[in-house]
């Protein structure tokens, strides 16, 4: 089974709300990911968590604060964020990291709008 | 860091038409994925491939790591084709997956 889960598919917050976006995986894998999708551009790389530590922050404001309490689970709290901020999450996972190159796979992507 | 070049950036065909959509890197890569991005968003995996050929059904995949770049073949094209199809690769050390800007892919019946 190569399925990432995300929920929820869809949200709507406002610039004031808090909330979560949950992502998981039961492949067994070490490494996951946080990507941001904009409309008709690439995936960019949000952060990477390796053996449930955070390897990788690709200098990302901190009303994003992502959180992984398992090694089949990462989480993305979101609070205070601004219009711009809306686009498509997606969230992946690879077997490892550690100086090794592994296939990565996404799950289906939550859309987000800030109101 | 590592550039990806992806082309053509657009591309429309008839039901039926092959294509051949082309992905060239700037480094060394330990890494290269081909994916297709539905309407819905979810991207999904075509090929895992950093060496070598490829094939699954009607897609197969090239890549000449020496020359740094990468073929992906759609023969016989159905219009669940349409999508966006992105290349993405990572160098060495584990690094992270630096996608191109991906090829627009229309196909009318």
């Known amino acids: 089974d190569t399925e990432v889960t995300q929920t929820p598919k869809h949200l709507v917050m406002g610039m004031t709300n808090k909330k979560s976006l949950k992502c998981e995986q039961h492949?067994?894998?070490?490494?996951m990911y946080w990507y941001k999708q904009k409309a008709k551009k690439p995936p960019e790389l949000m952060f990477v968590?390796?053996?449930?530590?955070?390897?990788i922050n690709e200098s990302v404001p901190s009303r994003f604060s992502p959180e992984c309490p398992n090694s089949s689970l990462l989480n993305l709290h979101l609070h205070a964020l601004q219009p711009e901020d809306s686009a498509l999450y997606l969230c992946?996972?690879?077997?490892?990291?550690?100086?090794?190159?592994?296939?990565?796979?996404f799950g289906p992507g939550t859309r987000l709008t800030v109101t | 860091g590592i550039q990806v070049e992806q082309s053509p950036p657009d591309l429309i065909l008839q039901e039926g038409a092959n294509s051949t959509l082309r992905c060239n890197f700037s480094?060394?890569?330990?890494?290269l994925q081909w994916f297709h991005q539905n309407p819905w968003g979810q991207l999904i995996n075509l090929f895992y491939?950093?060496?070598g050929t490829k094939q699954n059904g009607r897609l197969s995949a090239t890549t000449v790591a020496t020359e740094r770049y990468s073929l992906l073949y759609i023969s016989s094209s159905q219009t669940t084709d349409s999508g966006v199809y992105f290349c993405?690769?990572?160098?060495?050390?584990?690094?992270?997956?630096?996608f191109g800007e991906g090829t627009q892919l229309t196909v009318n019946p």
């Open positions: 992946a996972s690879s077997q490892g990291l550690l100086g090794t190159s592994y296939e990565q796979y």
């Open positions: 492949m067994g894998h070490r490494a």
């Open positions: 968590y390796s053996y449930e530590k955070l390897s």
């Open positions: 480094d060394s890569v330990n890494n």
């Open positions: 491939i950093p060496s």
């Open positions: 993405a690769v990572e160098r060495a050390s584990g690094s992270r997956l630096t």
